[in-house]
């Protein structure tokens, strides 16, 4: 019979690496969301949002966004 897979847990170096902020681009309607148009990270947001056929996306939850209240 074969052994059951078990999860592997993470290791000890890897669960000492600090985490990184990733771009996360939400689907929504067009002309509904707000978008960093200057962000590093926009065109490859851009093409996921292609790809995957949304009508809109918005940067509003992303660890990207600079809220206009946070740049003055």
Known sequence: MPRAKSLSQPTDAAASKPLQAVPHPVACR??????????PHYDDCLDKAAKAHWTGFTCAHCPFYLHPANTA
């Not at 067009?30 to 962000?39: I, L, N, P, T, Y």
């Open 30 to 39: 067009e002309g509904r969301g707000v978008r960093f148009f200057d962000c």
